[in-house]
């Protein structure tokens, strides 16, 4: 009997663009990009120089503190730039594509017989460490402790998720899935949980494994409520987290002895002409994933790379984020003046607040939400706004208090381990004050970590 | 619209830093944000955002608040032309007219002086204007009786604007609520003009309308007032007539009080629109009822020769004084009530357990409404901290069991 757990809390936003399977075109790219920024919790210590030739698989960095954990090339080609920025912080490294798909060869690895430690050298230098990434403080994983589980989340219910590349996992990236599943099962002494919305999808899951099946909205993708109600961290204990989807990068390097970081990539949002799919690896150009595939229209767009929710922005000229598997357009917003906005009606406004007369009417899903903040940042007024979509026995106005204040006894006891800015997204949506919750939880993070090192 | 927001774009250069108006910049901006939906856009984080903002929730309490509001300025009238025996032959806009007139000025200077304030300390702070005294400076004349002299509402105001709300960071850091804060300023200052027979009913002209002279047997007392003067047996509130009044006036609202809380009726208005636009708490209010009619009905087997509100039944007690507004209205002020869902519920019952005690057995206080809820502004942190401790060790509990089960390992 697979475990199921509902959950009531959370927010259920339906908007324009959603992506629609078609046949997922590759992405054909002149160049690659690797965003050091992308892996948080690393720090970049670049070993190519411009001019330099790289194969699928070879090493463009590594990690000062962990230099086993690299990152390398998502395709063969020659090293053009190493663009650096104020005090040297390296931006970005371009990789131009020869399209001859050299790959490193990492030899065939059968996974049930492969060792722990030989696993974990091999994922290192694979440059796949990376996809995993550890609770507390929401990082790449430190190789060096043993987590305690390891959660897998198999489903995104955000805002215009890339369903389909989630479909794909119980169809023709099930062998793969599989394999990664096993790799990650010798990688700890406890469980592999992998969250899943639907209970069929549990019968293409390895024995190894424990699914726990998740209904409700957003955030119950997110690998943080996931397993604060499966098993929650306590301070001192780590485990680690990952997508089903990188999970799939791991089975296919044991499959085949060589990286493949092939994603189904969902181009979507309200600009978008024809929301589809797309094939491309991670770093390629926003601009050749979306191509000429946009709204005609005179008005700022924004870029996203992710979701509307937990998505980064990016320039039109940025790239795929590592972790991400879907582009989003939307308005920009910023030439729109509403007058009197907070005196009207609000018939197709897109609001959780009853005070709009469009939470009133049917739910539709062709709202098309611009990103304006909609008004001035205020101290925390309203209360109980972030209770109705956190899904967690933790108390979140007191955590981000608690993380403003920078009380670390306080962050401790309120549960500051179990989260990660992600799960604090759908508060910020609602937030009647305005305040950059996922911001103030990623500081709060990233200080935490420095004063406990 | 087009023609004002170039204007905005014209002018906004001359209120930036270096501009010729800078010193104004925060009241341009918060002008421009009240005229504008500000085009900021996300910087970090979400990259789309609720429509909702702080001022259409305070809006939205401005609009529960109306109903209340003008029932109150019809009701001065008609206790004004009750108390000068001319109500039969005064039609109902002239009451209403009367009343309005006698209102207005204190709306006014609540907001006149209050606003003032918050404008002068944003821009000392270079902070934008918030919205917060937009509902206060309703409250504020709502609670006061309709002849407290405007002077005295201004002080008042100044003061709790000041040490009420400004000193503690303003908007959403206060700990009292800035309205009743007001008031108890008022009341403890000016204890003559808050309270007794003279305050509540107007008998003068308001700007030249309705003069005349009371008739004979004129009595401005509160149901309350009466209430507490009270000694002997049976119990029949009089209007300021001599007339008996029922339940039902009380809760209509066709009684002597203060401007705002006499009609139980347009309150209930108020709070339906509050709880249907989700803006306000329903725990909060409902179990400020709770606690209210259970302590009545406790209050009820009190000895009536000691204590003559024990001959009021629990509906009276929340039809009469300021029950239903502070329960609707001051309870549920976000800022300064509990902020956890189970305490709620503790802190509105409380409050609703309060204001009746009060009320019942201390007979210095006829009212004890606005008290019991500032003293429960005081106790709201503690009770928070009672529900942020048990999540607490509930987190801790659970660490301590797993870190006992590895050593048994």
């Given amino acids: ?453 | 619209m087009k023609a004002l927001r170039k204007f905005l774009d014209k002018v906004k250069p001359q209120f930036e830093p270096g501009g010729k108006f800078s010193a104004l910049q925060s009241v341009f901006e918060g002008f421009e944000s009240f005229l504008f939906v500000p085009s900021t856009t996300a910087r970090s984080g979400v990259h789309i955002h609720d429509a909702i903002d702080s001022k259409r929730t305070m809006t939205v309490v401005i609009i529960a608040l109306l109903p209340a509001l003008l029932f109150g300025m019809y009701n001065v009238g008609y206790q004004h032309y009750l108390a000068i025996g001319a109500l039969a032959q005064t039609g109902f806009w002239t009451i209403f007219a009367y009343g309005f007139l006698a209102v207005l000025p204190k709306i006014v200077v609540a907001y006149v002086v209050g606003l003032g304030i918050e404008f002068i300390g944003a821009q000392l702070r270079h902070h934008e204007i918030q919205e917060g005294f937009l509902v206060s400076g309703m409250l504020i004349p709502m609670i006061v009786p309709v002849d407290t002299p405007l002077w005295m509402i201004a002080v008042a105001t100044a003061f709790a604007v000041i040490f009420a709300k400004e000193v503690f960071g303003g908007t959403g850091m206060n700990i009292f609520n800035v309205a009743l804060v007001t008031r108890a300023f008022l009341f403890f200052a000016y204890p003559s003009k808050m309270s007794g027979d003279e305050v509540f009913v107007r008998t003068t002209d308001t700007f030249g309308i309705g003069s005349g002279t009371v008739v004979d047997g004129f009595s401005g007392a509160t149901p309350l007032g009466q209430l507490a003067t009270h000694t002997g047996g049976d119990l029949t509130f009089t209007n300021i007539v001599g007339e008996p009044i029922t339940t039902l006036d009380a809760f209509l609202g066709f009684i002597p009080g203060s401007i705002g809380e006499t009609s139980t009726l347009a309150i209930l208005i108020g709070a339906a629109i509050l709880l249907i636009s989700g803006i306000a708490s329903w725990r909060i209010m409902l179990s400020v009822f709770a606690g209210g009619l259970l302590t009545s009905w406790i209050c009820t087997f009190a000895d009536p020769s000691t204590y003559a509100a024990a001959l009021l039944s629990p509906i009276e007690q929340v039809c009469l004084g300021g029950f239903a507004f502070a329960a609707v209205f001051m309870a549920t002020d976000p800022v300064t009530a509990a902020r956890t869902e189970t305490g709620k519920y503790i802190y509105g019952f409380l409050v609703g357990v309060l204001a009746i005690l009060i009320r019942v057995f201390n007979s210095g206080y006829p009212e004890g409404a606005m008290l019991a809820v500032l003293f429960m502004n005081a106790f709201a942190p503690l009770i928070d901290h009672c529900v942020v401790e048990a999540n607490i060790r509930r987190r801790m509990k659970r660490a301590k069991q797993i870190n006992s089960e590895e050593v048994k390992l």
């Fill in chain 1, 1 to 453: 009997m697979v475990r199921v757990i509902k959950l009531k809390k959370g927010l259920n936003l339906c908007i324009e663009g959603e992506a629609v399977p078609g046949n997922d075109k590759p992405v054909t790219s002149g160049e690659v990009a690797v965003v050091p920024d992308n892996y948080v919790g690393l720090l970049p210590k670049v070993t190519v120089k411009p001019g330099d030739k790289v194969k699928a698989g070879s090493p463009l960095l590594y990690d000062k503190n962990h230099e086993t954990v690299q990152v390398v090339s998502p395709v063969s080609g020659e090293v053009v730039a190493v663009e650096r920025g104020e005090r040297r912080k390296v931006l970005k490294i371009v990789v131009k594509a020869d399209g001859a798909g050299e790959k490193v060869d990492f030899g065939v690895q059968d996974v049930d017989r492969i060792a722990p430690e030989a696993l974990r050298d091999l994922l290192q230098a694979a440059g796949l460490w990376v996809y995993i990434k550890q609770r507390p403080y929401d990082i790449v994983a430190d190789p060096n402790v043993a987590p305690r589980d390891i959660f897998v989340t198999a489903f995104d219910n955000a805002p215009l998720a890339p369903r389909h590349a989630y479909d794909l996992l119980w169809s023709s990236d099930n062998r793969a899935l599989q394999v990664g599943l096993k790799a990650l099962a010798r990688l700890t002494q406890g469980k592999v949980y992998v969250g899943i919305d639907e209970e069929a999808n549990a019968t293409r899951l390895p024995d190894c494994v424990e699914p726990v099946v998740f209904k409700g909205a957003f955030p119950a993708c997110n690998a943080g409520v996931q397993l604060h109600h499966i098993a929650p961290v306590n301070k001192g204990e780590t485990v680690w987290t990952l997508c089903a989807l990188d999970v799939v990068f791991i089975g296919r390097l044991l499959l085949k002895g060589s990286i493949d970081l092939t994603r189904t990539v969902a181009v979507c949002g309200s600009e978008v002409a024809h929301p589809t799919y797309v094939t491309a690896c991670p770093g390629t150009p926003v601009a050749d994933i979306v191509g000429d595939n946009l709204v005609p229209a005179q008005h700022h767009r924004r870029y996203i790379s992710g979701n509307v929710l937990t998505g980064v922005r990016v320039m039109p000229d940025g790239y795929l984020d590592a972790y991400h598997s879907q582009i989003t357009v939307i308005p920009e917003g910023d030439e729109t003046h509403d007058f009197l906005g907070w005196a009207m009606p609000g018939l197709r406004v897109l609001s959780l607040s009853r005070t709009f007369l469009s939470r009133w009417l049917p739910s539709r899903c062709d709202s098309n939400p611009d990103a304006r903040i909609h008004g001035g940042e205020r101290a925390i007024i309203m209360s109980g706004e972030y209770d109705k979509v956190f899904p967690m026995d933790i108390l979140p106005e007191y955590l981000i208090k608690a993380i403003i204040a920078f009380d670390i006894d306080r962050m401790e006891q309120l549960g500051i381990y179990e989260v990660a800015p992600e799960d604090f997204a759908a508060c910020e949506f609602v937030d009647t004050s305005k305040l950059p919750l996922q911001q103030i939880v990623r500081n709060g993070l990233d200080l935490l970590r420095k004063e406990m090192c």
